[in-house]
């Protein structure tokens, strides 16, 4: 351990550059738009600023190998971050409005007040 660097990467930070990479080499065929990016950075603001999580909990783009659009984004939710999210949110307070906040965000860019 104490023969490397440790450098901390943040999820938004390498969320565009990162789901481009995929797609350049096809490990993704959905379109990567800002609008998609932003829903997803979005969805990261929510985690981050639920009490008990931070940067950490971010959700990043591999959880999004795979996606070929918003045809399977439905599917990426149900397999790969509903599950963590409902992880994160075990035993604390109002899981499934934290979860619905999540799902919106991510669906259609919007934040519960």
């Given at each position: 351990?104490?023969?490397?660097?440790?450098?901390?990467?943040?999820?938004?930070?390498?969320?565009?550059?990162?789901?481009?990479?995929?797609?350049?080499?096809?490990?993704?065929?959905?379109?990567?738009?800002?609008?998609?990016?932003?829903?997803?950075?979005?969805?990261?603001?929510?985690?981050?600023?639920?009490?008990?999580?931070?940067?950490?909990?971010?959700?990043?783009?591999?959880?999004?190998?795979?996606?070929?659009?918003?045809?399977?984004?439905?599917?990426?939710?149900?397999?790969?971050?509903?599950?963590?999210?409902?992880?994160?949110?075990?035993?604390?307070?109002?899981?499934?409005?934290f979860e619905k906040e999540c799902e919106d965000?991510?669906?259609?860019?919007?934040?519960?007040?």
């Amino acid at each position: 351990r104490r023969r490397f660097d440790w450098v901390e990467i943040d999820a938004n930070t390498v969320m565009h550059s990162s789901l481009k990479s995929m797609a350049d080499k096809g490990k993704l065929t959905g379109k990567v738009t800002e609008e998609l990016v932003g829903r997803i950075k979005t969805m990261n603001g929510i985690i981050v600023g639920q009490p008990g999580l931070g940067p950490e909990f971010a959700i990043g783009p591999s959880y999004f190998e795979g996606y070929d659009g918003e045809e399977n984004l439905e599917e990426i939710w149900e397999r790969n971050i509903r599950p963590i999210l409902r992880e994160y949110m075990r035993g604390r307070k109002d899981p499934e409005g934290f979860e619905k906040e999540c799902e919106d965000a991510l669906f259609r860019g919007t934040e519960q007040n």
